[in-house]
């Protein structure tokens, strides 16, 4: 089993529409969790942080966490054809206490907004 | 104020060819990473320095070395390039262990 899961896409949704990525993790232990956006050819950025159960809205992009299932999502409201991009989740894996700090990452999904 | 900085952008190496790609943050940021990316498989975790003077190995260490020349610079060192080791590059540097880490352009290596 992968330490963090994502589902490879292409996701492909309709401009205007909401886009929904999901990840699953193995730690039990994580307390930080991370959705990076990356643009072909380009380096990862952040989008959003998540440390608590529950649901964080920044604009159009909302990410949810529930530690108890193991899982975060990350929901994109109104999307655009330049949400068009690979998204990274990345989890703070704990093994050991000398493991803190050391970002687990999702191979990633791929989204596709089509006009 | 750049952020992490990395150089070469670019680099193709024969085998064999040693080479060392050169990261920079002005982010008094205390942790730095080394990171490669391949097709289908994410970012995995090279080495790694989560402070001045102190490197730790990651997922994928065989076949590198780094250096933490101060608080601002962590370089790898390829000392003798593979096929295999032809990837994409991303340093990334962090203010605080387990914080939101901050990633540099890339460098798109290529081994003949």
């Known amino acids: 089993q992968k330490e963090v899961e994502q589902n490879s896409g292409p996701l492909s949704v309709p401009e205007g529409a909401i886009a929904s990525l999901n990840c699953t993790y193995s730690?039990?232990?994580?307390?930080?969790f991370f959705w990076y956006r990356q643009y072909s050819g380009k380096s990862p950025e952040l989008i959003m942080s998540?440390?608590?159960?529950g649901d964080k809205e920044d604009g159009r992009f909302t990410a949810q966490l529930n530690k108890a299932s193991q899982y975060v999502s990350l929901l994109i409201r109104d999307s655009q054809p330049s949400d068009s991009a690979t998204y990274l989740c990345?989890?703070?894996?704990?093994?050991?206490?000398?493991?803190?700090?050391?970002?687990?990452f999702g191979a990633g999904t791929q989204v596709v907004v089509t006009p | 104020n750049a952020g992490v900085t990395q150089t070469p952008k670019f680099q193709v190496l024969k085998t064999g060819q040693s080479m060392t790609l050169q990261c920079a943050q002005d982010?008094?940021?205390?942790?730095m990473y080394w990171y490669r990316q391949d097709p289908g498989m994410g970012l995995r975790l090279i080495y790694y320095?989560?402070?001045?003077?102190?490197?730790d190995k990651g997922e994928v260490p065989n076949g590198y070395n780094v250096s933490r020349l101060n608080k601002r610079e962590f370089s790898l060192r390829l000392e003798s390039a593979a096929p295999s080791q032809t990837s994409v590059y991303f340093c990334?540097?962090?203010?605080?262990?387990?914080?939101?880490?901050?990633f540099g352009p890339g460098t798109r290596l290529t081994v003949l």
């Open positions: 320095s989560a402070s001045e003077g102190t490197t």
């Open positions: 998540i440390y608590s159960n």
């Open positions: 730690d039990r232990g994580s307390q930080s």
């Open positions: 982010m008094n940021h205390n942790s």
């Open positions: 990345a989890v703070n894996i704990r093994k050991r206490a000398d493991s803190w700090g050391k970002l687990q």
């Open positions: 990334a540097s962090t203010i605080a262990r387990g914080d939101t880490q901050y």
